[in-house]
């Protein structure tokens, strides 16, 4: 088997993985960087990203108003610390990216422009028109090609963490070209491989975004966290799942049921006027406007389509120019992918799923509790979503904690010994595992298993919840497993770039990480954020609830979940409100 | 949900474990109105033959996985729909230019080396950290390079740039189009590296206006134009090193 | 790195016939053949000059064969397609202009070069009516 060494490994090559590969090459000279990813790091699926990104510059704003802000919108599930070192470091990483050649959209007089997004008291979301996350990818990417210290390793399918000794000393990929197993051995790795919502069938997410990352860590005994918080996403394109940014909102849209009427009026995010406001009607949190639609859906009064029902988005008050101007990517897929002309037509749109708020339990500094291993992005759960994310924190997300795991896997490198010599003998056992699977007859198809679980996510961990259903999950979702452990069925048995067998290597870790959503969703017995309850935990339950879940695998077992407590410094919950409501609040 | 029609999708398939040459297989699929060719492929890899190999991601046109050739044409497999070809088939096969790693796939590393050979980064006039706070760009100013900073990547270009075909050591358009997006930006210094690639053989006099790499553009970049407003400043780079006595750069 | 995979590379044989795009740029190249053709035709009747007066008469007397008239007519298509094709290309290879603080559009270029060609072509034949 062939090896590399390299001080500090990256595991994927989006906006966190290239931020803290980066800050290892810039900010600590001298350690060898390997970039290992999936794709060729401008595909992944941080490109998708269309709004923007959190940063306080407003002279209306303050860093006060923005960790209220995602404390609140998090329900008070976030560790407030990490908050606090979040919102300080957000504008300097926007900066930093401006410098690298991230063209920021801006006002006349060349300064920055920064625009509402969901649940703000102040505009703080920098945009690069609707294709922020494109132009960050793009600007992360070309910015690192400057950097000889980073060796990247483009479409490098990394199947598991090795542990020797109590730490993380090694990576197993395929090298996806050939299919050949490389070992990586390291003294640190970055964990940056994205969240897990192709968990669910309706979605936002590139077909990449399969949670592998968190599956790997998750086996090696990390425990994840708040997997049950899952968001949907209020204006998703039926059927496809694709996003209409919140910026659409954010520059005034509004959404409509059948009737034509401004329903979330009538979910507490009220008065309608003055229109656009902060943290009222279309621009409350996401968890809120994606449980309204529920409602108006399950009243009957929205609208059919031939993929489901959906709601209106109507962007044409705002007039041609300022569309073509602030969403000319949302005006061009729209046409495209639903044959509606948003400067003529109102888009039908529904909740879809889009981000994982949960994930590989790490502190502020991205390390988690197997040392040498680091976390950052929306594979991991540093504590700063709570229990649902505000639109424009994920892109902050990657940029801040991707250096700050950067540098804490620098420093830990500095400090580590070089790898043990049994390591590849372990990756030679694991390798084994994999390519045995090329050679086993019968079982079933990846894309039977990947329906079914589809099937069992939407129908028991959805939008609203209830225990029988969740339980049952939880119980299909064992059964699935076992029926992937008995055989995956590959028409393809070569080894040069078998999609097939790594979608099958790929759906194991996707099916752990539902279980762990199944049960801790199934445990938390109250309604908070984007985990909503209708069985008679309505209320959000501090007493026993205002803590998290960490869930910790059982191998072939079900997992097991356990509740630790959240760290609050300075706000103290208190009831979560919206529109007319958080005016006499504030 | 619309009628469902069924379309014939042949596909170039190249196994290089197996095969010696490229061989097409023809593939009957069932599609709806909404229906992507990559939807196509997908229906084709899930249910018909698992072994069928492309790359996709995003599905929305933005991450430029998934170029192909449909009959002929380089386009994104997700936003060319199979109603547009129906009745006839359509044939699927790899982006032209590129060596073919399996079926559809094909081995991207030439084109990525081109990228890095571009300078594609920012050069500041003097060193700027977070705290000397964000460079003033105007509307204006960022006009002048936004269209070129659109590029996805996809490939597209290339497959129709017979020249690149013909002589790959050509640097192409997209990567000729992103070092004019960083010589437009008004905070770049970085412009004297760079026109040693612009003035190279295998630089912009690669190019011989065949244009066809600005027309599939999907994301309407014009790598055309970018190259050949830079034919115009490498023969002024060229003359204004004989005018001035002692060399410019020199 | 780990080895190179094997991969297939598709022979560029009849390239041309791939896209129509292609035949249109060959075209447009494959005209300049015609302004080579015409630049040598030229050449000719200057040596007939020097050589004397017998051999120029002959030169202007093929200039009113068929053959020549043909041939000048297939140049003159030829010339007219390529000057075409050149003014549709200008806007590609121009620096970004503006006027009134927008950008100059392409067809505005275009036609700019239309018009000067026309009238150069106008003033070109009017002094040669006038002075031959």
């Given at each position: 088997?062939?090896?590399?060494?390299?001080?500090?490994?990256?595991?994927?090559?989006?906006?966190?993985?290239?931020?803290?590969?980066?800050?290892?090459?810039?900010?600590?000279?001298?350690?060898?960087?390997?970039?290992?990813?999936?794709?060729?790091?401008?595909?992944?699926?941080?490109?998708?990203?269309?709004?923007?990104?959190?940063?306080?510059?407003?002279?209306?704003?303050?860093?006060?108003?923005?960790?209220?802000?995602?404390?609140?919108?998090?329900?008070?599930?976030?560790?407030?610390?990490?908050?606090?070192?979040?919102?300080?470091?957000?504008?300097?990483?926007?900066?930093?990216?401006?410098?690298?050649?991230?063209?920021?959209s801006?006002?006349?007089?060349?300064?920055?422009?920064?625009?509402?997004?969901?649940?703000?008291?102040?505009?703080?979301?920098?945009?690069?028109?609707?294709?922020?996350?494109f132009?960050?990818?793009?600007?992360?990417f070309?910015?690192?090609?400057?950097?000889?210290?980073?060796?990247?390793?483009?479409?490098?399918?990394?199947?598991?963490?090795?542990?020797?000794?109590?730490?993380?000393?090694?990576?197993?990929?395929?090298?996806?070209?050939?299919?050949?197993?490389?070992?990586?051995?390291?003294?640190?790795?970055?964990?940056?491989?994205?969240?897990?919502?192709?968990?669910?069938?309706?979605?936002?997410?590139?077909?990449?975004?399969?949670?592998?990352?968190?599956?790997?860590a998750?086996?090696?005994?990390?425990?994840?966290?708040?997997?049950?918080f899952?968001?949907?996403?209020?204006?998703?394109?039926?059927?496809?799942?694709?996003?209409?940014?919140?910026?659409?909102?954010?520059?005034?849209?509004?959404?409509?049921?059948?009737?034509?009427?401004?329903?979330?009026?009538?979910?507490?995010?009220?008065?309608?006027?003055?229109?656009?406001?902060?943290?009222?009607?279309?621009?409350?949190?996401?968890?809120?406007?994606?449980?309204?639609?529920?409602?108006e859906?399950?009243?009957?009064?929205?609208?059919?389509?031939?993929?489901?029902?959906?709601?209106?988005?109507?962007?044409?008050?705002?007039?041609?120019?300022?569309?073509?101007?602030?969403?000319?990517?949302?005006?061009?897929?729209?046409?495209?992918?639903?044959?509606?002309?948003?400067?003529?037509?109102?888009?039908?749109?529904?909740?879809?799923?889009?981000?994982?708020?949960?994930?590989?339990?790490?502190?502020v500094?991205g390390?988690?509790?197997?040392?040498?291993?680091?976390?950052?992005?929306?594979?991991?759960?540093?504590?700063?979503?709570?229990?649902?994310?505000?639109?424009?924190?994920?892109?902050?997300?990657?940029?801040?904690?991707?250096?700050?795991?950067?540098?804490?896997?620098?420093?830990?490198?500095?400090?580590?010994?070089?790898?043990?010599a049994?390591?590849?003998?372990?990756?030679?056992?694991?390798?084994?595992?994999?390519?045995?699977?090329?050679?086993?007859?019968?079982?079933?198809r990846?894309?039977?298993?990947?329906?079914?679980?589809?099937?069992?996510?939407?129908?028991?961990?959805?939008?609203?919840?209830?225990?029988?259903?969740?339980?049952?999950?939880?119980e299909?979702?064992?059964?699935?497993?076992?029926?992937?452990?008995?055989?995956?069925?590959?028409?393809?048995?070569?080894?040069?770039?078998?999609?097939?067998?790594?979608?099958?290597?790929?759906?194991?870790?996707?099916?752990?990480?539902?279980?762990?959503?199944?049960?801790?969703?199934?445990?938390r017995?109250?309604?908070?954020?984007?985990?909503?309850?209708?069985?008679?935990?309505?209320?959000?339950?501090?007493?026993?609830?205002?803590?998290?879940?960490?869930?910790?695998?059982?191998?072939?077992?079900?997992?097991?979940?356990?509740?630790?407590?959240?760290?609050?410094?300075?706000?103290?919950?208190?009831?979560?409100?919206?529109?007319g409501?958080?005016?006499?609040?504030? | 949900?619309?009628?469902?029609?069924?379309?014939?999708?042949?596909?170039l398939?190249?196994?290089?474990?197996?095969?010696?040459?490229?061989?097409?297989?023809?593939?009957?699929?069932?599609?709806?109105?909404?229906?992507?060719?990559?939807?196509?492929?997908?229906?084709?890899?899930?249910?018909?033959?698992?072994?069928?190999?492309?790359?996709?991601?995003?599905?929305?046109?933005?991450?430029?996985?998934?170029?192909?050739?449909?009959?002929?044409?380089?386009?994104?497999?997700?936003?060319?729909?199979?109603r547009?070809?129906?009745?006839?088939?359509?044939?699927?096969?790899?982006?032209?230019?590129?060596?073919?790693?399996?079926?559809?796939?094909?081995?991207?590393?030439?084109?990525?080396?081109?990228?890095?050979?571009?300078?594609?980064?920012?050069?500041?006039?003097?060193?700027?950290?977070?705290?000397?706070?964000?460079?003033?760009?105007?509307?204006?100013?960022?006009?002048?390079?936004?269209?070129?900073?659109?590029?996805?990547?996809?490939?597209?270009?290339?497959?129709?740039?017979?020249?690149?075909?013909?002589?790959?050591?050509?640097?192409?358009?997209?990567?000729?189009?992103?070092?004019?997006?960083?010589?437009?930006?008004?905070?770049?210094?970085?412009q004297k590296?760079?026109?040693?690639?612009v003035?190279?053989?295998?630089?912009?006099?690669?190019?011989?206006?065949?244009?066809?790499?600005?027309?599939?553009?999907?994301?309407?970049?014009?790598?055309?134009?970018?190259?050949?407003?830079?034919?115009?400043?490498?023969?002024?780079?060229?003359?204004?090193?004989?005018?001035?006595?002692?060399?410019?750069?020199? | 790195?780990?080895?190179?995979?094997?991969?297939?590379?598709?022979?560029?044989?009849?390239?041309?016939?791939?896209?129509?795009?292609?035949?249109?740029?060959?075209?447009?190249?494959?005209?300049?053949?015609?302004?080579?053709?015409?630049?040598?035709?030229?050449?000719?009747?200057?040596?007939?000059?020097?050589?004397?007066?017998?051999?120029?008469?002959?030169?202007?007397?093929?200039?009113?064969?068929?053959?020549?008239?043909?041939?000048?007519?297939?140049?003159?298509?030829?010339?007219?397609?390529?000057a075409?094709?050149?003014?549709?290309?200008?806007?590609?290879?121009?620096?970004?202009?503006?006027?009134?603080?927008?950008?100059?559009?392409?067809?505005?270029?275009?036609?700019?070069?239309?018009?000067?060609?026309?009238?150069?072509?106008?003033?070109?034949?009017?002094?040669?009516?006038?002075?031959?």
């Open positions: 088997m062939q090896v590399i060494q390299s001080d500090v490994v990256i595991i994927g090559g989006g906006g966190a993985g290239l931020r803290a590969a980066i800050a290892v090459a810039q900010e600590a000279p001298g350690l060898s960087v390997a970039l290992v990813s999936k794709v060729v790091p401008m595909r992944s699926h941080t490109v998708a990203a269309e709004g923007g990104s959190a940063g306080v510059i407003h002279p209306d704003d303050s860093l006060d108003k923005h960790f209220d802000d995602t404390v609140s919108g998090g329900d008070w599930l976030c560790e407030q610390d990490v908050v606090e070192y979040f919102v300080g470091q957000c504008t300097r990483e926007m900066i930093q990216l401006e410098q690298w050649g991230c063209p920021w801006r006002r006349d007089d060349g300064s920055i422009n920064v625009r509402f997004f969901g649940g703000m008291k102040s505009p703080r979301t920098w945009f690069a028109a609707d294709k922020t996350g132009h960050i990818l793009h600007t992360l070309q910015t690192s090609l400057q950097f000889p210290a980073i060796q990247r390793y483009d479409e490098f399918f990394c199947t598991d963490l090795l542990v020797e000794d109590g730490r993380l000393q090694g990576v197993l990929a395929l090298c996806i070209a050939t299919g050949e197993p490389v070992l990586f051995q390291c003294k640190a790795a970055v964990l940056a491989t994205g969240g897990a919502s192709r968990v669910f069938g309706q979605n936002t997410n590139a077909g990449i975004v399969t949670g592998e990352g968190m599956g790997m998750y086996a090696q005994g990390v425990p994840l966290r708040d997997m049950e899952v968001q949907w996403h209020p204006t998703a394109l039926p059927g496809s799942g694709i996003l209409m940014t919140e910026g659409c909102r954010g520059e005034g849209g509004i959404l409509l049921n059948k009737d034509g009427h401004r329903y979330l009026q009538d979910y507490g995010l009220g008065p309608l006027d003055p229109w656009p406001r902060p943290r009222a009607m279309e621009l409350g949190p996401r968890d809120r406007l994606s449980q309204a639609f529920w409602h859906d399950q009243a009957g009064r929205t609208l059919q389509t031939p993929h489901g029902t959906a709601v209106h988005l109507d962007l044409r008050h705002l007039g041609e120019k300022k569309i073509m101007e602030r969403l000319p990517m949302i005006c061009e897929l729209a046409r495209t992918f639903a044959a509606v002309d948003p400067v003529t037509a109102p888009i039908p749109v529904r909740p879809a799923v889009h981000y994982t708020m949960g994930g590989v339990l790490c502190d500094h390390a988690t509790p197997l040392p040498g291993l680091y976390a950052a992005g929306e594979c991991s759960s540093v504590g700063i979503h709570g229990a649902n994310r505000l639109g424009s924190n994920s892109l902050a997300e990657l940029l801040v904690f991707g250096r700050a795991a950067g540098l804490s896997a620098a420093r830990h490198a500095r400090e580590t010994p070089a790898a043990s049994a390591l590849q003998a372990q990756a030679e056992s694991r390798a084994a595992v994999h390519l045995d699977m090329l050679r086993r007859e019968g079982g079933t990846v894309a039977r298993l990947r329906q079914r679980l589809h099937e069992i996510m939407e129908a028991g961990v959805g939008i609203v919840r209830e225990g029988p259903r969740m339980a049952q999950a939880c299909q979702l064992a059964e699935l497993r076992e029926q992937f452990r008995a055989g995956v069925a590959l028409d393809d048995r070569g080894r040069a770039f078998n999609t097939e067998w790594l979608t099958a290597i790929e759906l194991g870790h996707t099916l752990q990480v539902a279980e762990a959503m199944a049960h801790a969703a199934l445990l017995q109250e309604s908070r954020g984007a985990h909503m309850r209708i069985d008679g935990f309505e209320a959000r339950d501090d007493e026993r609830f205002l803590c998290h879940s960490l869930i910790h695998s059982q191998g072939d077992a079900p997992p097991r979940v356990t509740h630790s407590p959240v760290t609050i410094t300075r706000s103290q919950p208190r009831a979560r409100v919206y529109g409501a958080a005016q006499n609040q504030s | 949900m619309s009628q469902t029609r069924t379309i014939m999708i042949e596909c398939r190249y196994d290089p474990e197996q095969d010696q040459a490229p061989h097409y297989r023809t593939y009957e699929v069932p599609f709806t109105d909404e229906m992507s060719v990559l939807e196509g492929l997908q229906y084709i890899k899930d249910h018909l033959d698992g072994s069928l190999t492309f790359r996709w991601s995003c599905r929305m046109a933005i991450c430029g996985s998934c170029g192909c050739m449909v009959n002929h044409q380089p386009i994104l497999s997700c936003q060319s729909f199979l547009d070809y129906y009745p006839a088939r359509i044939r699927v096969e790899p982006l032209e230019h590129f060596p073919i790693v399996k079926d559809l796939v094909i081995d991207q590393s030439d084109f990525l080396g081109k990228l890095e050979s571009v300078t594609p980064y920012l050069v500041p006039a003097q060193p700027l950290t977070p705290e000397d706070g964000p460079n003033l760009q105007t509307p204006r100013q960022i006009e002048d390079y936004l269209g070129y900073a659109q590029c996805i990547n996809c490939l597209l270009c290339y497959a129709a740039c017979p020249q690149y075909g013909l002589n790959n050591a050509f640097t192409g358009p997209a990567a000729l189009a992103l070092l004019a997006r960083y010589n437009a930006d008004s905070r770049d210094a970085g590296t760079r026109m040693e690639v003035n190279a053989e295998e630089g912009v006099w690669g190019c011989t206006l065949v244009g066809l790499c600005s027309e599939v553009c999907p994301k309407h970049v014009d790598p055309a134009r970018a190259i050949n407003r830079n034919k115009i400043n490498s023969t002024q780079d060229y003359f204004l090193r004989f005018l001035a006595p002692f060399g410019r750069g020199s | 790195m780990t080895p190179a995979p094997k991969t297939y590379v598709r022979p560029m044989n009849r390239w041309w016939m791939r896209h129509p795009a292609y035949r249109r740029y060959l075209l447009r190249e494959g005209t300049s053949v015609m302004v080579a053709a015409y630049a040598l035709f030229l050449l000719a009747g200057m040596v007939c000059l020097v050589l004397g007066e017998t051999a120029f008469n002959l030169w202007r007397g093929f200039l009113q064969s068929p053959v020549s008239v043909i041939f000048h007519l297939a140049a003159l298509a030829a010339f007219a397609f390529h075409w094709t050149w003014f549709k290309v200008m806007p590609l290879t121009t620096p970004p202009m503006r006027f009134r603080g927008r950008p100059v559009p392409d067809r505005m270029i275009f036609r700019a070069a239309l018009w000067a060609w026309g009238i150069a072509s106008l003033v070109l034949l009017v002094l040669a009516m006038r002075f031959l």
